[in-house]
């Protein structure tokens, strides 16, 4: 009975996280009176961090734990990171290919809010909050909450769910190009919750995640 009523607080918590995530960060910057300005950016930089730094605090045990993991296992959990970071970048791109073999020149919405971001907002809260605070955000929103912590539906269902919720999310419309685009988001979430599960370090997909998002970034603002 105890376990049952702690996995439905955890429930309760997961949805209301998303909830928050999905309104401030995804549905109030494409609506009305925010749609397209300077203010939508700035509530999704500003929601990333205050996101981030909360699970920093609230699951501060699970972080502690994945670094006295790195300290243990080492070698172990560095050729996870750098086998799930190689994976995804093959096989997210062998996803992304029916877009660029019908859709050649599609710029997507995600990239052309980044591009718009990179413009206006200064570049060290840029980098801190869609290169290190957004993927802390998205890692325990879309993998370490329902996938390691979630405990009623098997895994592979598990996973499955959650990579669908993390492409759907980054869909900015319901178009053929977009949902073509982000096919690689969904083999991304797949492979950052196969190493989770395999590691049990949640260090390991949120810094793949870092190392996905920050230099790319980077190269976006020196560019």
């Known amino acids: ?28 910057p494409r609506s009305g009176f925010f749609r397209h300005t300077p203010l939508s950016l700035w509530i999704q930089t500003i929601n990333y961090i205050i996101l981030g730094v909360f699970f ?65 907002l200064p570049a060290s809260l840029l980098l801190i909050s869609f290169g290190i605070f957004g993927p802390v955000t998205e890692e325990f929103i879309f993998r370490i909450l329902p996938v390691e912590k979630g405990k009623r539906a098997p895994v592979s269902i598990k996973i499955i769910a959650a990579s669908l919720l993390f492409m759907a999310v980054h869909m900015h419309e319901i178009t053929i190009q977009e949902l073509l685009y982000n096919l690689g988001m969904f083999v991304t979430g797949i ?9 049990k370090n949640v260090t390991i997909p949120i810094l793949i995640h870092v190392l996905n998002n920050a230099p790319a970034l980077l190269l976006l603002l020196v560019g």
């Not at 920093?56 to 006295?68: N, Q, S, V, Y």
């Not at 970071?85 to 809010?113: E, G, H, I, K, T």
């Not at 492979?191 to 590691?199: D, R």
Request: with cysteine.
């Open 56 to 120: 920093l605090i609230a699951f501060r045990t699970l972080i502690r734990d994945g670094i006295d993991q790195w300290r243990q296992y080492a070698g172990k959990n560095l050729l996870w990171l750098i086998g799930a970071f190689a994976a995804d970048m093959v096989l997210s791109n062998l996803a992304n290919f029916p877009l660029a073999r019908f859709y050649p020149d599609y710029v997507s919405v995600n990239d052309n809010s980044v591009m718009e971001a990179a413009a206006l």
């Open 1 to 28: 009975m105890k376990n049952e009523t702690s996995a439905n607080k955890e429930a309760v918590i997961l949805c209301a996280l998303v909830g928050w995530y999905v309104i401030v960060s995804q549905l109030l």
């Open 191 to 199: 492979i950052y919750a196969i190493a989770l599960i395999k590691t």
